[in-house]
C-alpha cells in the first residue's frame, strides 16, 4: 500500500495522535499485507476477533477485497473509534465493528484473524478461544494468527517491555497474561484438527513476532 492510501485510512480516524498512530503501524507493520496474502480471492467472510479499531477492514477494503468483515473487540473506546472511522470511509455497512469479548463469537463461518490478541487471555482462555476459532472456519477457510511468542532472544524482552507500557498507558487495560509457545500453539490448532504453516513476521518493529497460517486438514 502507498504513502497515499497509507494517509486516506488515518484521515478517517479521531485527532493527531491517532492518525499518526495509523500512519505508523500500516508504513511499518507487514501483519495487514499478510493477512491480504492469505485471503486473496477469499469472498467467504472474516472474522476478525480482537480487531482494535477496525484498521484491517479498512486496510482490505483499500485493497480491493470485498468479503464481509466483523470485527469484535472488548474495548468499547476502540469500536467506537473505528465506527466512526467507518462512517466517515462511507464504510459503515462493509467494515462491521462491534464490541464484544473473544469467548463470546457470533455463529460465523468463513475466515477468521487473531492479530496480537492470544497473549491478552490466559493460557487456558487461548486454548478455548483457539477452539472456537476452529469451529468458525468454513470448510476452505483460513485462520490467520499473529503474535509474539515466547522465547528466549531479545526481541521477546523487548516486546515484554513495549506490553508493560502499552498497560501502563491504557491503551490495553489488563495488558498481556500468557505469551504462547510455537510449540503451544501446534498442539492447540492439531487438537482442533487443524494443519499449521509459521513464519517470522516482524517488518521494522523490534518485536518477536511470528504468523501463523492454519487451516483444516480434511
Ligand atoms: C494489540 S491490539 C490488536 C488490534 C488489531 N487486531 C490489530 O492488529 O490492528 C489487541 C486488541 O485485542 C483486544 N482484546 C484483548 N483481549 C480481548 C478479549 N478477551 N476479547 C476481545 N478483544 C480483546 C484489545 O482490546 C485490543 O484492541
Request: glycine fraction near 8%.
Amino acid at each position: 500500500m502507498d504513502r497515499h492510501a497509507r494517509h486516506r485510512i488515518a484521515s478517517r480516524y479521531d485527532g493527531h495522535l491517532q492518525r499518526c498512530y495509523v500512519r505508523v503501524k500500516l508504513a511499518s507493520d507487514p501483519v495487514y499485507a499478510a493477512s491480504s496474502a492469505v485471503l486473496a480471492g477469499s469472498t467467504l467472510p472474516l472474522l476478525d476477533i480482537g480487531c482494535g479499531i477496525g484498521l484491517l477492514g479498512q486496510y482490505l477494503y483499500m485493497q480491493g477485497h470485498r468479503a464481509p468483515y466483523l470485527g469484535l473487540d472488548r474495548d468499547p473506546r476502540k469500536i467506537a473509534a473505528g465506527q466512526r472511522a467507518a462512517q466517515r470511509a462511507g464504510l459503515a455497512t462493509v467494515v462491521d465493528l462491534r464490541c464484544a469479548d473473544a469467548l463470546d463469537l457470533p455463529p460465523t463461518q468463513g475466515n477468521v484473524a487473531l492479530l496480537d490478541v492470544l497473549h491478552y487471555l490466559p493460557a487456558t482462555g487461548q486454548l478455548a478461544l483457539l477452539q472456537q476459532a476452529a469451529r468458525h472456519l468454513a470448510p476452505q477457510g483460513r485462520l490467520i494468527i499473529r503474535n509474539v511468542l515466547r522465547e528466549g532472544n531479545w526481541r521477546f524482552h523487548a516486546t515484554r517491555a513495549e506490553e508493560f507500557l502499552l498497560q501502563a498507558s491504557g491503551w490495553i487495560p489488563g495488558g498481556a497474561q500468557h505469551y504462547p509457545s510455537a510449540s503451544e500453539l501446534r498442539e492447540a490448532l492439531e487438537a482442533a484438527g487443524l494443519l499449521m504453516r509459521i513464519e517470522t513476521l516482524r517488518g521494522r518493529t523490534p518485536f518477536n513476532s511470528y504468523l501463523i497460517e492454519a487451516r483444516h486438514a480434511h
